[in-house]
């Protein structure tokens, strides 16, 4: 693990020995006669690997050998729930995989905020329920040992936001019948301070991923339109409004005479 040593000792006894040469994964070196280098194996994954050896006499002889040998550096984290710079909200597991040849001996993970205030200690692979959570930026900072005493410590940011955006909407006039004709447009404010605007919507009815928009609705009838706003974390903010919409001009049936005369 880490800075490993590595010594090899070749000896001759006809001429010496000119050169001793190992490779490992693409890491070379040379050393004349005895080899003693400190390798460092921390940017290799860990795995099994083979040491290639090889000494070569002043007359141009070689003998090679092959060692094979296990890296176990610290683990690093494969998969989380909780996505790195994401947006939460609510319950959310903490479920994380590591890769580590050696296997998980011990992993938990606190909460802190940006005043490196903290949370208690907890396991991993449980629930964390933001809503405990004052809404801001935090660290998840989590701790993992391996069964060979390495150590992992890293954080992964995240914002939490359980706070509803805020959502305002200015309808057209419609005319003095109470109907819009044609149509009917929606001026839909959205706005939320803590993760952004994901996306504003009417049901039935076009969407926009702007805060600020006009939205034409065209639904013929009497409908009641819910505008929704949604947060980056998933929050939502929803007024429906009744809306009536006259896109058809009168019929005009014949009722009259069918002979007209003098």
Known sequence: TGDTNIEVIATDRETSVNSVDFTLKGLVSRRNGTLNITLNTRPLADGNYTLDITALDKAANTNSTQLTVRLDNAPSIASTTIPRDGNISGAIDVNLSFREASGIDASSFT?????????????????????????????????????????????????????????????????????????????????????????????????????????????????????????????????????????????INETGPENLST
């Open 111 to 251: 909460v802190l905020n940006a005043t490196g205030n903290r949370t208690g200690k907890r396991d991993i692979n449980t629930t964390l329920n933001t809503r405990e959570l004052a809404d801001g930026d935090y660290n998840l900072s989590i701790q993992a040992n391996d069964t060979k005493g390495n150590q992992l410590e890293t954080n992964v940011s995240f914002t939490s936001d359980n706070t509803a955006p805020e959502l305002s909407v200015n309808l057209s006039k419609p005319d003095r019948s109470g109907y819009h004709r044609l149509n009917a447009t929606a001026e839909i404010n959205c706005s939320d301070q803590t993760s952004g605007i994901g996306r504003v919507k009417a049901t039935p009815g076009p969407s926009s991923d702007s805060g600020d928009v006009n939205l034409t609705l065209t639904r013929q009838g009497n409908n009641t339109i819910e505008f929704i706003c949604l947060d980056q974390a998933r929050n939502q903010n929803n007024e429906p409004r009744d809306i009536a919409i006259d896109r058809r001009p009168p019929r």
